[in-house]
Nanobody, 120 residues
Framework: QVQLVESGGGLVQAGGSLRLSCEAS????????MGWYRQAPGEQRELVAS???????NYADSVKGRFTISRDNAKNTVTLQMNSLKPEDTAVYYCNAQVMVMFTGRKNYWGQGTQVTVSS
């Protein structure tokens, strides 16, 4: 019904930047919150940043001042600009969206994940 497709991960040196993008498509009536989560090996998945349909944002303390989340409601996309990357940012990053699906109701969707690796 709804798919989230991520792009933009990769390998970068510490101090570098990466930009992650996620596009939602399918039977979408509207999208409420969108966000990015990450999961490092052996760790639980954690919230990195989220953004409401109105543009209010929330960040994990560990990324405040370095990461910026934004969205384009017309295109159903969410972007995470990551600057001053640190080795501890290494993880698989997942896009998340709270979607009002046509004729179905509210559902939670995840992207397939994109690897971000920061070398020291």
């Amino acid at each position: 019904q709804v798919q989230l497709v991520e792009s933009g991960g990769g390998l970068v040196q510490a101090g570098g930047s990466l930009r992650l993008s996620c596009e939602a498509s399918g039977s979408i009536f509207s999208i409420n919150d969108m966000g990015w989560y990450r999961q490092a090996p052996g760790e639980q998945r954690e919230l990195v940043a989220s953004i409401t349909s109105g543009g209010s944002t929330n960040y994990a303390d560990s990324v405040k001042g370095r990461f910026t989340i934004s969205r384009d409601n017309a295109k159903n996309t969410v972007t995470l600009q990551m600057n001053s990357l640190k080795p501890e940012d290494t993880a698989v990053y997942y896009c998340n969206a709270q979607v009002m699906v046509m004729f179905t109701g509210r559902k939670n969707y995840w992207g397939q994940g994109t690897q971000v690796t920061v070398s020291s």
